[in-house]
Structures are given as C-alpha cells and as structure tokens.
C-alpha cells in the first residue's frame, strides 16, 4: 500500500461521476446493506440463545443494541483512522473485524462474550467499513451524487429483506452457532468491496511542488473546525433530533399489529411491505435530488422527507385495524426512503469533500447519543400508557421537529452567510486593484525586465513579430 499518508481527497482531481466510480457504488451498497440490516437480521437467533442461556428477551436485544452503537459511537474513531491511514486499508481491516466477531461468537459460552464479540468486534468491523465507503462514493460522483447516494442507501432495505430469510433457514439447519459461523464469513465480503475503494490519483506534481504538497499533508486528524460552519450546526442539532423518532415506528409497528389480535405472520408482514417500498423510494428519491432545479435546493427537499415521516407517523397513530397499519407502512416506507436517501448528501453538500471524513464521524457520534435514547424511551412510555398511539405521535412530534430545525435554520442562517463570501471575493479583488495600481517603480523596473526576458525567449514565427496582449500598447 507504499507509505501512509493523510487521506485527504486530492484537490486537483475532478470526480469521475462514473467509470472505476460504479465499482466503488457496489461496494457502498453492499457495506450499507451489511450495516443497517445486520443488526436488525441478528434478531431471528434470539430465541435459540434464550433457550441456550436460559436468558430473557431484554437481554438478547443488548446485541443489536451494541452494533448499532458501534456503528454510530465510533464515528470519530472511524475519522482519525481514514485521515491518518485512508480509505481502503481501514476498510480491509474493518472487515477482517466485522468477520472476525461473529466466528468468535459461534464458540461463547455465555452471552456477556456474545456482546463482546458479535456486539463490539463486529459492530467496529461494520463502522470501520461504513464511513469510508461514504467518504470515497464522495469523491468519486459529483454531478451525479445524489443518484449514488440513491442507490447506495437502496442496500439497506434489500438487505433487510434477504438476511432476515436467510438467518431463518441458517437456524432451522445448523443452529444459531452454524448460522453465526456462515454469516462470519459472509462478512469477508467487505473486505473484497473495501479492495474496491481505489483512492483518486492526484495529478503528477513538479520537484518544486513537493514540499508545500508534503507540509500539506501534516493535518489534523480529526477537524473540529466544521463546527465553525453554521450550516454543519444546525444539521448536527436536527439529525439528532430526528434519531429520536426516526426508528421508533419499525421497532414496534409488529407488536401494535399484534397487539390488534392479527396473526405473527400477518403482522411480520407489515416490515416486509415497508422494506419493499423503500427499495424503490430511495434511488427515485436520489434521482429526483439530482435533478437540476432540486439539487441547490436539496437541504428542503430533505427538510420535506422529514415532515412527511412526521406527518405519517401522526396519521399512523390513528389506525385501528390492520388495513390502517398497511397504509401506514406503505407511506411510512417512501418518507424513510427519502430521509436515507438524502442524509448523507445533504452533509456532503454542506461540508464539502474535504471536511467529510471528520464531519460525518462527529454527526453519527451525535446521533449514537439519540439512537440509544429514543426506542427504550418510547418502550418506557408504552409501559406507562399501554397504548401505541402515544409513542407514534411522540416519534411524529420528534421528526417533525428536526425538518423545523433544519429548514428554518437554513433560510434564515445560512442563506444570509451565503452571501457573505460573495462580499469577501469583492473585497480580495478591489485590494489587489488598489496594489496594482499603488505599484512602486522598483515593481515597474522588475516588470519591465521580466517583458525584455520574455521578448527574447519567444520564438518568431515566419519572420513575423508575434503580439502579445500583455506587451501590445
């Protein structure tokens, strides 16, 4: 892999918006896939390690807990390792990890090495694979990101839908050792979509170059200074709002159906109908953000995404029957397509290439806090009312919130600090009018001797003077 260096993305390269660029979008969709549906496909070998354990639910569910902390908690971690070694290196690693667990967790005894291993190795391995897929799919689509990030965010949900069947026929044969031992290794996977993640080459540099390019790549290894970035404040601040309600309505739209006296497989089926809309949602929702007239405005269409989530999740609170939830899942499914769809290309949008790798680390360490809080809350809440209605109406008043958050910060903060660099760039260019101008006679000599140097070395051409804009009077 030759020396390690700062993984800065190289400023002079333009990003391919295709070619090697759709190999490393199939390496984002599988790692994306892998890490939202992982832990929630986990969940079909709880019975067996309650039975094995003699354990309860409350215990097993710690797992999935522990991945998605993980996932989300060492997002920082995550940034200083991309910064200081680069993208695929932390990748391979990462997958090495998320494999490595998991085999380990096929030989526990007891489910404290369960939370060690499949909890915390692999859900490191998961981390360490996610954010640099985010990071090069960046860097390698510009005109065409919001499409990339579409279809990326697609493999969640169509990961969603083959690992749950999956880890069931893998439990029926061989147990939730033998399943743990197959899912290890499908793990492996990320390493091949990390080999992917080919860095973009810089242009070839001069000798004279190489020292400011080499001082340049002595940076910080995580850059603290997006917080100085108003637009990167008030997503951080609406993101995690939104975590609070945003995965409250899967977590417990099963037992609500339940709960109405519908069959478990009926009920079950309400996930496989919201998954199945998203599929579609995400990619459509992408290629309308890309659009020309939407992508300046995507930071709205996001805000929108948010609202409409909101808005189901109140009118979900109303369904008293089952043709209600499936008409809550259906809308449910496009608005959760839209938000995953957009979150990430509205922070690639507003923080730029360069600073992505340490702003995405700092806004998932956020959004661990609130991913933490906000299902076991909603579950204390149910215990106290016993009724559904008022953890989706509190999930809808939550999600609502961050689009208020977001949208109004937007129009009113960062719209008038857009204007400010325009005032900046008019500044800069009157100053250097005013040095032109203010020249000494010194300058003027310099200047004059540089022109007789220039006259000399250019060739003629056919024996006639050949003009120059700068030397003509």
């Known amino acids: ?120 190795i692999t859900g490191l391995g998961l981390a360490l694979n996610f954010q640099p897929s985010l990071i090069m799919l960046n860097r390698y689509f510009d005109k065409r990101r919001p499409l990339a990030n579409g279809l990326s965010a697609a493999g969640s949900p169509v990961f969603l839908c083959a690992l749950s069947p999956l880890g069931q026929i893998l439990q029926h044969e061989y147990g939730w050792r033998g399943g743990f031992l197959i899912l290890g290794g499908m793990l492996l996977n990320c390493c091949v979509c990390g080999a992917l993640m080919r860095p973009l080459e810089p242009p070839k540099k ?21 917080f100085k970035d108003g637009g990167f404040v008030i997503y951080a601040l609406a993101a995690s709002i939104m975590v609070l309600g945003l995965f409250v309505p899967p977590v417990f739209v099963v037992s609500y159906a339940k709960d109405l006296g519908y069959q478990d497989t009926k009920a079950a089926f309400l996930l496989t109908i919201l998954g199945f809309i998203d599929i579609f949602a995400r990619p459509i929702c992408g290629m309308v953000a890309g659009l020309k007239w939407v992508r300046p405005r995507c ?24 043709g209600g939830l499936v008409v809550f899942c259906i809308f449910f499914g496009i608005s959760y397509g839209m938000v995953g769809a957009l979150q990430f290309e509205v922070l690639m949008a507003i923080v730029g290439t360069q600073k992505f790798s340490s702003a995405i680390g ?90 007789e140097q220039f006259l000399k070395d250019e060739p003629e051409k056919n024996g006639e003077v050949v003009t120059n804009p700068e030397t003509c009077v």
């Open 1 to 120: 892999m030759g020396a390690v260096v700062a993984d800065d993305g190289p400023t002079g390269v333009k990003a391919p918006d295709g070619g090697w660029g759709w190999a490393v979008l199939f390496g984002c969709f599988i790692i994306t896939g892998f890490s939202y549906a992982f832990p929630k496909a986990v969940s079909v070998f709880f019975k067996e390690l309650i039975r094995e354990f003699g354990i309860g639910y409350s215990d097993t569910a710690w797992i999935s807990s522990i991945l998605l902390a993980m996932l989300y908690g060492t997002g920082p971690l995550c940034s200083v390792c991309v910064n200081r070694f680069g993208c695929r290196p932390v990748m391979l690693v990462g997958g090495l990890f998320a494999s490595m667990g998991m085999v380990i967790a096929s030989f526990c005894t007891s489910i404290v090495q369960i939370y060690l291993t499949a909890g915390v």
């Open 206 to 226: 001069s000798e004279a170059t190489k020292e400011p390019a080499e001082k340049k790549m002595k940076k910080k290894l995580l850059d603290f200074s997006v």
């Open 299 to 322: 930071v709205y269409l996001f805000s929108f995404a948010m609202i409409f989530n909101g808005f189901t999740d109140l009118m979900g609170s109303m369904s008293v029957d089952y």
């Open 362 to 451: 700092l806004v998932l360490l956020a959004e661990a806090m609130a991913v933490l809080i906000g299902p076991p809350s909603a579950g204390k809440l149910l215990d106290a009312t016993g009724r559904y209605m008022f953890v989706f109406i509190i999930a809808g008043i939550e999600v609502t919130t961050s689009a208020l958050v977001l949208a109004l910060g937007n129009f009113f903060c960062i719209k008038k600090k857009s204007e400010e660099p325009h005032t900046k760039e008019e500044a800069a260019e009157r100053e250097e009018l005013n040095k032109s101008e203010d020249k000494t006679p010194e300058d003027a000599k310099v200047d004059s001797i540089e022109v």
